[in-house]
């Protein structure tokens, strides 16, 4: 195995939009999990909670899986995503999935594995949490024991 990582504490990850936050009670594996909320009357938008891939060089193959839980209403989804880009920010590979009834405990999603293209630039593990119409009520969303293999 070339590199790894699992994180329980998601140091190292990049934030984008509003609604993150560490939740440490209840964690399904590690000390605490990243938690997204949505209150009632957030209107559409993407937030995002991203992580760097290091040494996901080509040739190589990348996988990963993450535990997820949530409360929704129909107002968002969740999207995992590995992805591969060029210099040009590109999309050269990418595997994900869609989560739009999550369970209120834990569940592991786990992604297809792939290979590294030639000429990817930057590896990413993304956790994205989409309000997809103006919310109703207030939703939440759970991300615990990512996992993220280099091989």
Known sequence: MKSS???????GWTIQGKGWSIY?????????SAM????K??????KACVRTIAKAD??????GSVDVAG???????????LMCIDAEGKTLRESKK????????FQTITLSDFVVP?????TYLMLVVETIKTSTAKEWWRFDNVVVEVE
Request: hydrophobic letters at 40%.
């Open 5 to 11: 990582f699992e994180s329980g504490d998601f140091t």
């Open 24 to 32: 440490a009670k209840a964690a399904s594996n590690g000390e605490k």
């Open 36 to 39: 997204c909320s949505i209150a």
């Open 41 to 46: 009357g957030d209107a559409p938008e993407m």
């Open 58 to 63: 080509a040739g190589w193959v990348v996988k």
């Open 71 to 81: 409360k929704i209403k129909g107002n968002s989804k969740a999207t995992v995503v």
């Open 98 to 105: 869609v989560i739009t009834k999550p369970s209120a405990t």
């Open 118 to 122: 030639s000429g990817t630039a930057e």
